[in-house]
């Protein structure tokens, strides 16, 4: 690997060796390579999971003054950042309650205290409900009196953002500015199987108890959160890092993890996401969930998917924004009719249509803030267009080496099962 992912590569071994000579590797970077791993540990979530493992470890004194002082003053803007999030989610909360809605806080803050040991450590960028179908319209509504607008519906998850123009910066990352985004994810009424909101629990925040899914129901939502994002061409390593210390808390409860096979069976999909994941997460971090767990997840999962993760897993964690396209290569056996399949994979590898706006404006903005949403949208294209080219060409690049691979793969199946016959 080159060096910047020997380094990535060395920050996922802090967070999970309980060896502290893990850290050495580290020693030897140069300015500039800090500088490049500083900016992944940003986008990947992992920055402050990584300054409070270097402490933990006592090892803090070993990172450049500028990291660690940069690393400091992320912790104390994330801080304030997370205390504004945790004040806004309480007030929707009171606003939905006060409105007889039937919701529960999502991903984020509810992850708290099994998947994150403290909320001030977390990078979260949105504030996610899940809702009742029928209460969508009322949700909706209360969004808007606080200050925000629909700014997108895809699927059953709605987008909603303050009209305030965010300025989109890694500086920015963790201050807490005032632009805010919701997302509200409908939970679609059916008779035919248990509801989440049915069994949803209480945790309590700044004094104030709000609804949250049962451990069981956030660990099969985590396992489907990254599996869609593997998909996606980008995710944070830090979702990962959560997922596994969620199976950690819980390795010894065998409640849970009966509770998890039984959600997860009742869910189309789910024991297939969350063998994905969990063989991601144990091919880069170790082992980290019980046995029985794997015999209904990963041991079920096709060759070729094993094979995906055993080629490419590694290089989905470790990369950069915006990612690449070499997702596009994993076997989709659960996607859906071929033809279907094959009209998204065209969509994916060349849109014809233009990203949408990341901020709609409004008939009061001024000059100023209209031309800044104006740069920020053709930055944005330009991002967007360099990926699908580049990426593209890396996919074209790749796809008769993993052809190859696979029917070496189906070859040696096919005869290892004729001598498992004879």
């Known amino acids: 690997m080159m060096r910047d992912q020997q380094a990535r590569q060395t920050v996922l071994e802090v967070l999970c060796d309980t060896d502290s000579n893990c850290w050495l590797p580290l020693a030897g970077l140069s300015g500039q390579e800090w500088r490049r791993l500083m900016q992944w540990l940003d986008v990947s979530g992992l920055a402050l999971y990584f300054l409070d493992r270097a402490k933990e470890l006592r090892c803090e004194t070993a990172l450049p003054d500028a990291v660690r002082a940069g690393l400091e003053q992320r912790l104390t ?20 309650a006060r409105s007889g809605l039937v919701y529960a806080l999502l991903k984020g803050i509810s992850l708290w205290p099994d998947s994150v040991p403290r909320l001030e450590l977390r990078s979260q960028l949105d504030i996610d409900f899940l809702i009742a179908e029928a209460d969508v319209a009322a949700a909706c509504a209360v969004l808007e009196r606080g200050g925000y607008y629909l700014h997108a519906v895809s699927g059953r998850s709605w987008e909603f953002k303050t009209r305030v123009v965010p300025n989109i910066s890694l500086k920015n990352l963790y201050r807490d500015a005032p632009s805010r985004a919701v997302e509200l994810h409908v939970e679609k009424d059916s008779a035919d199987k248990p509801r989440l909101l049915a069994s949803a629990v209480s945790c309590a925040m700044d004094g104030v108890a709000i609804p949250v899914l049962k451990p069981a129901d956030q660990f099969v939502g985590q396992g489907r959160h990254v599996c869609k994002h593997i998909y996606g061409g980008f995710f944070r390593a830090a979702h990962l890092l959560e997922f596994r210390r969620h199976a950690l808390m819980r390795r010894e409860d065998e409640a849970f993890w009966r509770e998890v096979q039984a959600r997860a069976m009742e869910t189309p999909g789910a024991w ?9 997460v144990t ?12 015999r209904w997840t990963v041991h079920r999962l096709p060759a070729s998917v094993r094979l995906w993760v055993e080629m490419y897993g590694e290089r989905a964690v470790l990369q950069s924004f915006p990612g690449n396209k070499l997702h596009l290569l994993l076997p989709r056996e659960l996607a859906g009719p071929e033809t279907v399949v094959r009209q998204e994979l065209r969509r994916a590898l060349m849109p014809l249509r233009l990203p949408p706006p990341i901020v709609r404006g409004d008939a009061q903005e001024n000059r100023r803030t209209r031309l800044r949403r104006y740069w920020m949208q053709v930055c944005f294209i330009g991002l967007r267009l360099r990926f699908h080219v580049v990426e593209g060409m890396r996919y074209a690049w790749e796809l008769p080496r993993w052809r190859r691979c696979v029917r070496e793969q189906a070859a040696i199946c096919a005869a290892n099962k004729r001598m498992t016959i004879l």
Do not use: Y
Request: hydrophobic share 50%; net charge negative; aromatic share 10%.
């Open 272 to 280: 297939w996401a969350l063998g994905v994941t969990t063989l991601l």
């Open 283 to 294: 091919r880069l971090m170790g082992d980290f969930v019980p046995e029985h767990f794997l």
């Open 77 to 96: 803007q994330n801080t304030a950042r997370t205390h504004g999030m945790i004040a806004e989610s309480v007030a929707i909360h009171q606003e939905f």
